[in-house]
């Protein structure tokens, strides 16, 4: 295993235990201003998809997607069953924002990638 895609998982797992952490916590992060949260959402969400697409580059977009919808909407609804915390229909909108954006900058790099490989091979 190369140690780009070494740092590549180890960034996807760490994206993914801040998000587990943040969203099943007892108390919400503290917000300075409203909806804050949909911000943290969408940009957990996009770190997300974005390191997973780097680190299992093998694995259909269709499939990236529907794992980080899956888990977004079992952490909403965890959140539910915590006494402070609430489920939210803004926060899984923010979510799927967050998973769009991750999904189109993780193709702009892996454009990036491609074509500088494709410069160092001529």
């Known amino acids: 295993m190369s140690m780009v ?4 998982i180890t960034c996807f797992a760490a994206v993914l ?13 503290p917000q300075v201003f ?12 996009a770190a997300l998809v974005c390191s997973a697409r780097l680190a299992f580059p093998r694995v259909q ?19 539910g069953l915590l006494p402070m915390r609430t489920a939210s ?13 991750g999904l189109m900058v993780a193709g702009g790099i892996n454009r990036q990638i491609a ?7 001529a």
């Not at 895609?5 to 590549?8: C, F, G, Q, T």
């Not at 409203?34 to 969400?45: E, K, P, S, T």
């Not at 074509?115 to 091979?121: I, P």
């Open 5 to 8: 895609r070494l740092a590549s």
């Open 17 to 29: 235990v801040v998000i587990l952490f943040a969203g099943l916590r007892s108390e919400p992060v």
């Open 34 to 45: 409203n909806h804050q949260d949909w911000l943290h959402h969408a940009a957990a969400f």
């Open 61 to 79: 977009a269709f499939w990236m997607v529907l794992y980080c919808l899956m888990l977004a909407l079992l952490i909403e609804l965890g959140q």
């Open 89 to 101: 229909v803004g926060d899984m909108v923010a979510n799927i924002t967050g998973v769009l954006i």
């Open 115 to 121: 074509t500088r490989r494709v410069a160092d091979e």
